[in-house]
């Protein structure tokens, strides 16, 4: 199984300012990477795929980027709805893994 | 609208089983892969089990693999999630997800709780 890590756990952002979320894969998972934001008592949203590749109606703010092990998300601008939860998730191999998660929270 | 809502949710004895389901709308169900993604309370999400557009092949994550049993119905646009020999580790919000290049349509999830 794939092992997704994602650094840091929490993240203290001013609104306005931007943020940069980390994500790790144990082995090689080539560009198959999504992201994903939960804001409290919703279901995840999917922000990003194919590590770099905005989902439908996402703004141009988010940003993936990387391929491997080591991928990167970037907010620029922090809206209040951006203060939530993000995750990572594989899909180069089964079982599908995802990250502990980065909780973007306001500083 | 595309839509997904899931339903079967609810208290179980351990050991005991329940069956979930999930009726998609608004698009083409037959077309897309399906999983199902759950999660604890407080916890991250984890991937628990997926089948393909037609059903032919499926997949589970290990903690689940040999109790529950994911199938589908196309001429009825629903996904169904089998589950047996509970435990409390399996108490969570479960979530039906729609596969396009990635999770790209969750429903709202149903809880399932397995308690004494």
């Known amino acids: 199984e794939i092992v997704m890590t994602q650094s840091p756990a929490t993240l203290s952002v001013s609104p306005g300012e931007g943020a940069t979320l980390s994500c790790r894969a144990s082995q090689s998972i080539s560009s198959k990477l999504a992201w994903y934001r939960q804001k409290p008592g919703q279901a995840p949203r999917l922000l990003i795929y194919?590590?770099?590749t905005r989902a439908t109606a996402i703004p141009a703010r988010f940003s993936g980027s990387g391929s491997g092990t080591e991928f990167t998300l970037t907010i620029t601008s922090l809206q209040s709805e951006d203060f939530a939860v993000y995750y990572c998730q594989q899909y180069d191999n089964w079982p599908l893994t995802f990250g502990g998660g980065t909780k973007v929270e306001i500083k | 609208e595309v839509q997904l809502v899931e339903s079967g949710g609810g208290l179980v004895q351990p050991g005991g089983s329940l069956r979930l389901s999930c009726l998609g709308s608004g698009f083409t169900f037959s077309r897309h892969g399906m999983h199902w993604v759950r999660q604890a309370p407080g916890k991250a999400l984890e991937f628990v089990s997926a089948v393909t557009n037609n059903g032919a092949s499926a997949y589970y994550a290990d903690s689940v693999k040999g109790r529950f049993t994911i199938s589908r119905s196309n001429s009825k646009s629903t996904l169904y999630l089998q589950m047996s020999s509970l435990r409390p580790e399996d108490t969570a919000v479960y979530f039906c997800v729609r596969w396009d290049n990635a999770m790209d349509v969750w429903g709202q999830g149903t809880t399932v709780t397995v308690s004494s």
């Open positions: 194919g590590a770099s």
